[in-house]
């Protein structure tokens, strides 16, 4: 086991919080308080649920999070009183917490004296914007905010590498138990059905999103709903999964051959496969996304099949399955060190089938760390 993994041995499931490094949301939400300043802001009003659980601790489905400079205000409903108590002071936040149908005059208490207010603009609709500043905060300025609390999500933390590691080997034993279940021909949705009650079982709080898997013709899907088609003897399978612990992601993608591949299919493999290899070799901290791209995508395209790979090669995963930064052609960013991205390139030929191969990996100064150790073979 590489030594800067959390797991100094094989992991032991079903997986336990309590066994995971904690998560520093004081600091978190100390540092929000400082960005104020600079930011020439008296407060924040936080609506992203996910923002609202990397800075609080609170994962439920409905809260505002109204940062100030000297007091925090948490609301949300009946649904989640204790909830939101419990969580909040087992991350240690102290703020005022307001439990109410009515959220408005309590904010809008909260923002006395304040005279501008910072709102996420990526989470705000039109709407809520406007109800903002006709009802909420009247006599505040409603400053506009992109990219803030997103930009710190990108480097993880410990305790967020522990969460996605173990999130990963999760995926990666339910995967390895019940790949042979794929020899009794069972449905698309029945494979995907169990994977996800595997990585219950294991400790996942559930999948890290909709499973994917795409099998015979279906494979040239890259985004494929699993249906009710048994997977065959000579189907290609793309399997993209991942499980969630404790808010956190995994995401990877394996494909495999049920019976003995074809001459096309095994050229198809090993060509993604190569460029697969070939983008991970090209993480690195300070390295630009567009050249991760670009390291898979010449091995597609000189294999003569580059209109064939039509999505980027990857993306940040979090607290979000998508998250910044975005891997493709036409990314501006730069990879920084402690995040976490896939590499995911794919081949796609309609009427025939089509391959995929993904791993997570930390970004590190010397190159990357995978998350995802599920071993890459055509046949199983």
């Known amino acids: 086991m590489n030594p800067t993994s959390k797991f100094a041995t094989a992991p032991t499931f079903p997986i336990r919080l309590e066994d995971l490094p904690p998560l520093d949301h004081v600091s978190r939400l100390e540092r929000c ?58 991350a240690g936040i102290d ?82 138990t019940l790949l042979p279940r794929l020899r009794d021909r069972p449905s698309e949705a029945e494979f995907a059905l169990e994977l996800d009650v595997a990585m219950r079982r294991l400790g996942a709080s559930g999948p890290a999103f909709e499973t994917i898997v795409a099998s015979g013709a279906n494979s040239s899907r890259p985004h494929h709903r699993p249906g009710p ?30 019976g003995e591949p074809t001459a096309e299919q095994r050229r198809l493999y090993d060509v993604v496969c190569e460029a697969q290899a070939a983008g991970v070799a090209a993480v690195r901290a300070g390295r630009e996304a567009k050249e991760v791209d670009a390291a898979c995508r010449d091995i597609i395209t000189a294999a003569g099949w580059g209109e064939r790979f039509p999505h980027g090669t990857g993306h940040g ?3 979000e399955i998508h998250e910044a930064p975005h891997v493709g052609r036409t990314s501006a960013a730069t990879l920084t060190e402690l995040s ?41």
């Open 33 to 90: 308080r400082a960005a104020l300043d600079e930011l020439d802001l008296d407060a924040l009003l936080v609506t992203k649920l996910e923002h609202i659980r990397y800075l609080a601790g609170f994962s439920g489905s409905a809260a505002l999070l109204l940062v100030g400079r000297e007091r925090t205000t948490f609301v949300s409903d009946g649904r989640y009183d204790e909830q939101s108590r419990q969580q909040l002071g087992s």
């Open 95 to 176: 703020a005022d917490i307001v439990i109410t149908v009515d959220q408005q005059p309590v904010l809008t208490q909260a923002a006395t004296g304040f005279r501008r207010i910072g709102l996420e603009a990526g989470a705000v609709t039109w709407a809520a914007q406007r109800r903002y500043g006709g009802e909420w905060f009247p006599d505040a300025e409603l400053v506009p905010t992109e990219g803030v609390i997103e930009a710190w999500r990108v480097v993880k933390e410990v305790g967020e590498a522990a969460r996605m590691e173990a999130a990963a080997a999760i995926a990666d034993r339910a995967l390895a």
């Open 229 to 258: 088609r048994p997977i065959g003897p000579d189907d290609l399978v793309v399997v993209d999964f991942g499980a969630t612990v404790d808010g956190y992601r995994s995401d990877m993608t394996r494909t495999v051959c049920v």
């Open 317 to 319: 995963v979090g607290l």
């Open 340 to 380: 976490v991205v896939t590499v995911e390139p794919g081949v796609y030929l309609e009427g025939i089938g089509g391959v995929r191969t993904e791993d997570s990996v930390v970004v590190t100064a010397e190159g990357c760390r995978p998350l995802t150790l599920f071993p890459k073979s055509l046949t199983f």
